[in-house]
């Protein structure tokens, strides 16, 4: 038990290195460029494929964010949390 702990406490305290978190944010603002820039010698806008690939951008990387960060956003850990509660009470 006490490996888990451990194991569960450093991957805590680790988290994803900033220099891939700016390589997500780069890629994404350079695709954005190039759609752009393709889009620009239409002469009509799809705002339905702009819509898109903006949320699909925005819910990219903010799950990478949400997954960096268990305890806060959207998934959560909640179920683990419970697992090791209900051991230590176990134990007393």
Known sequence: MID??????VALR??????ILNLLI????LSAFLAGYAMAKRRSRSWLHI?????????????VI???YPR?????????DSALAKLRDSIR
């Open 51 to 63: 819509l898109v690939y903006a949320l699909s951008i925005t819910f990219t990387i903010y799950t």
């Open 14 to 19: 680790t988290h994803l290195p900033s220099l």
């Open 26 to 29: 780069a890629v994404a603002l």
């Open 72 to 80: 806060s956003g959207l998934i959560r850990l909640e179920a683990a």
């Open 66 to 68: 949400d997954l960096d």
């Open 4 to 9: 888990i702990t451990t194991s569960r406490s």
